[in-house]
């Protein structure tokens, strides 16, 4: 079976290498680099521990340094799947969603004619780069010289020119042997509705070759030199060589530049893309004259996992923004996502080049907001909330945006950073007001007892405790190495509060395959130097700590580090419940704020009760939880503000 020109190109664009590898191998994360696309596990093709088989995602390619296993996505299916060429083709279309094509016995005679037409647009090009020498393209040239264009740069951009004749290409192209059908096909002509010969597409415009990721001239856009011209901006019709919605201006040479490590620029425009490559950001690229199509924004994500989105200072720029967030939620994957570069009112890339400079240029890039902000943005922007409805449908709004996240854990982290912004809009209000009389006649019964007055936990800041079971976590796990690995997990996405603790905690996941206590220590300090680890170990509640005791006895480690893990999150749990059931006391407090620290509570006490604590500190709550004596009662005047709150927006 023959294949459609374009077939294979189209498919290798859509398809991900590292998630079809990932299906047969685990990533090894310390190598690896999701962002760059730079993956490293042991290889599939022969046995081994290592990860000497890398993955170069935005190329394509793998390649194994241990038995030198090479290919793209296609080698590998056939290789793991034990499948031929074109089985493979069936397995990795169907899930990149592309419709495999029936069988066409003319399928050559296409790829000829596609051939053709290719060259047809070759000529097509090099004709109008000859017409901007001559005398009539004298004002083009002029206009090109004043947008910052030098000679050089438009040979390197082979720009040309299209005289305002009614059949310039067409004549020169069928004179020189070119079939009338296939200048008409390539887009450069047109056939009138009438009847009669055809017409050139583009008359008294300059013109921009569009090329695909392999070099072939496929489109033209064109610029006109009349200001009062219908459209400003002319691109080729689509034909079969060019896909509008699939196509990127400057998509091979950005892609070259991006793997050099390069941000990728997305641009509205030919000019702000050369522009930006002539100024030395060689890895930009523009959609042709439409919104970024779903396609376009899977090829972006091929070339680079964050591309900057920069966006003309106007009210079209940041409506075309919204659009694309639209677009882009239902898509993100972890490490892939957009950012938006905003230009300053009534500006593009090219005017601020020009105007400033690559420098001020840089500085944009250098600030662009993540997709989340311009979310809230949208929803915001504009907006009073100052009631209680306006505020439930903002609330609505962002949770059916969020909702569009299919990946779980990024719709978590988004409605993270919307909760943030929300209570930076709303909290300013919220300070504002004061604790009624009612609340203060109360603070003095909030007052520390006289036993606790000189307690460590009162005399430390608020941290402290949070500080001691970080303590406690990192010398049981550097005196006991083997309980490392089962530790990786919660170590590394724990957040310590210490600076000497967050040092400690990235030179133990450096070292996690070191078994011995002692050559851990050492390797520790060669990492970091002795300090930390001195005042570690010279902590007095790390000194009396059981595991410390019998450094022999793992099991007792092991229940330690699982019990303070367990309480160090349910403390902070609790803690950030508090603090926002605290913050709504100022909104519309409800039964189901009262639950919230009711459950809160409950996870708090379950997760710091033990067998050996001694139970005579504690009341037991009407839920079947202990609650500290202490800390039952802050909790009871809480639940008081709350009902104060609830009574005092009662209609009277």
């Known amino acids: 079976m023959s294949l459609p020109p374009g077939f294979l190109d189209e498919l290798r664009t859509r398809t991900s290498l590292s998630q079809v590898v990932g299906r047969k191998v685990m990533w090894d994360a310390r190598k690896s680099n999701q962002g760059k696309g730079d993956m490293w596990a042991p290889c599939p093709f022969h046995q081994e521990k290592s990860a000497s088989f890398h993955v170069d995602d935005r190329k394509g390619y793998y390649y194994c340094f241990g038995c030198h296993a090479k290919g793209d996505a296609i080698s590998f299916v056939r290789e793991t799947e034990n499948v031929g060429f074109m089985e493979a083709i069936e397995i990795l279309a169907g899930e990149a969603g592309m419709q495999m094509p029936a069988r066409d016995p003319q399928a050559q005679q296409k790829a000829d004619r596609r051939t053709q037409l290719a060259e047809v647009m070759e000529q097509a090009v090099q004709h109008y780069r000859l017409q901007l020498k001559t005398g009539g393209a004298a004002a083009a040239r002029d206009y090109l010289v004043q ?17 305002d004749h009614r059949q310039g290409v067409f004549s020169h192209l069928t004179g020189k042997g070119v079939a009338a059908d296939l200048v008409v096909d390539a887009g450069l002509a047109a056939k009138p509705d009438g009847g009669g010969a055809p017409y050139d597409r583009f008359r008294g415009r300059i013109i ?31 034909t079969e060589l060019f896909d509008k919605g699939r196509s990127l201006f400057n998509q091979g040479p950005a892609r070259e530049a991006a793997g050099k490590g390069q941000p990728l620029i997305v641009a509205e425009g030919y000019m702000d893309v050369i522009a930006l490559s002539e100024a030395g950001f060689g890895a930009c690229v523009a959609p042709l004259g439409t919104a970024v199509t779903e396609s376009q924004l899977q090829m972006l994500w091929r070339i680079h996992p964050e591309p900057i989105v920069a966006l003309d200072g106007d009210t079209a720029g940041l409506r075309a923004a919204m659009r694309l967030i639209d677009l882009a939620l239902p898509l993100l994957e972890a490490g892939q996502s957009l950012r938006f570069a905003l230009m300053p009112q009534g500006q593009d890339p090219d005017d601020v080049i020009r105007s400033g400079g ?13 997709m989340v902000q311009l979310l809230w943005q949208r929803e915001t922007e504009g907006k009073v ?15 059916a945006a969020i909702a569009k996240i299919k990946d779980p854990s990024i719709r978590g982290h988004y409605g993270e950073e919307i909760k943030n912004l929300r209570w930076e809009l709303f909290g300013a209000q919220r300070s504002k007001k004061k604790r009624t009389s009612n609340w203060k006649s109360r603070e003095a019964d909030l007052r520390a007892k006289p036993t606790t007055k000189n307690s460590a936990l009162v005399a430390a800041p608020p941290q402290f405790e949070e500080e001691l079971r970080e303590a406690v976590i990192l010398a049981t796990l550097i005196t006991h190495p083997t309980l490392l690995p089962g530790f990786e997990g919660e170590l590394e996405q724990l957040e310590f509060v210490v600076p000497e603790h967050r040092r400690l905690q990235g030179a133990l996941l450096t070292h996690l395959n ?32 059981p595991p410390l005791q019998n450094r022999a006895d793992s099991e007792k480690a092991l229940m330690c580090i ?31 704020l009262t639950w919230r620290l009711s459950q809160a509570a409950e996870a708090y006490s379950r997760a710091g009760r033990g067998d050996t604590e001694d139970t005579g500190e504690y009341d037991i709550g009407p839920n079947g939880a202990r609650l500290s004596r202490d800390e039952r009662s802050a909790f009871d005047q809480l639940l008081e503000q709350i009902e104060f709150s609830k009574a005092s927006k009662r209609p009277s």
């Not at 610029?223 to 901006?233: H, I, L, Q, T, V």
């Not at 840089?362 to 600030?367: E, I, R, S, W």
């Not at 349910?570 to 407090?589: C, F, K, N, P, S």
């Open 147 to 163: 947008r910052g264009l030098s000679e050089a740069a438009q040979e390197r951009w082979e720009i040309g020119f299209a005289p």
């Open 208 to 238: 921009f070759p569009i090329r695909d990721a392999r070099g072939r001239a496929i489109a033209l856009g064109g610029r006109a030199m009349d200001p009062n011209a219908r459209a400003k901006y002319l691109n080729s019709p689509e």
């Open 358 to 370: 690559a420098g001020a240029m840089q500085k944009l890039l250098d600030a662009a907001q993540p």
């Open 385 to 399: 909330f100052d009631s209680p409805e306006r505020k439930a449908a903002l609330d609505k709004d962002l949770r």
């Open 514 to 545: 070191e078994s011995d206590p002692a050559v851990l220590q050492k390797a520790i300090e060669g990492t970091i130097g002795p300090a930390p680890l001195e005042k570690l170990f010279s902590l007095s509640h790390v000194q009396i700590a």
């Open 562 to 592: 699982a019990e303070e893990l367990a309480k160090l999150e349910a403390a902070r749990g609790v803690t950030r419940e508090i603090e926002d059931a605290v913050q709504d006391l100022a909104g519309l407090a409800d039964e189901g």
